[in-house]
């Protein structure tokens, strides 16, 4: 059981980024799967994340700017990171919790790096001019 995430880099403000987060040996379709990030000096933090069924959770900080993805086909998950800024420069994982078919996240989910119990090795994301 693996989740790989790539696509991180060095990228101006005001830039953009796609992460890809891969599961291998297991399939995603009964997973929530999250985004996560730990900056230097900072606790990690839930950036967002997807239920099996389709629904969405952003830590505020994100909202408007990042969109998350996934295509059970492919066994893939995406963070689409826009108008990036310095204060996203982190470390950033994916994860994956089995929630089960079709489950929705409860009004107000924030994505606790807690409630997730797989992970994979991060990929860094630096924002500098």
């Known amino acids: 059981v693996q989740l790989q995430a790539s696509g991180g880099g060095l990228v101006q403000p005001g830039g953009s980024l796609r992460l890809s987060c891969r599961a291998s040996?297991?399939?995603?379709?009964?997973?929530?799967i999250g985004w996560f990030r730990r900056a230097p000096g900072k606790e990690r933090e839930g950036v967002a994340c997807?239920?099996?069924?389709?629904?969405?959770a952003y830590v505020d900080s994100v909202k408007g700017r990042f969109t998350i993805s996934r295509d059970n086909a492919r066994n893939m998950a995406y963070l689409q990171m826009n108008n990036l800024n310095p204060e996203d420069t982190a470390q950033y994982y994916c994860?994956?919790?089995?929630?089960?078919?079709?489950?929705?996240?409860?009004?107000?989910?924030?994505?606790?790096?807690?409630?997730?119990?797989?992970w994979g090795p991060g990929t860094q994301v630096t924002v500098s001019s």
């Open positions: 994860a994956a919790h089995r929630i089960g078919f079709d489950v929705s996240f409860y009004s107000g989910y924030r994505c606790p790096p807690t409630d997730f119990d797989l």
């Open positions: 040996e297991f399939s995603l379709d009964y997973y929530a």
């Open positions: 997807i239920s099996s069924d389709g629904s969405v």
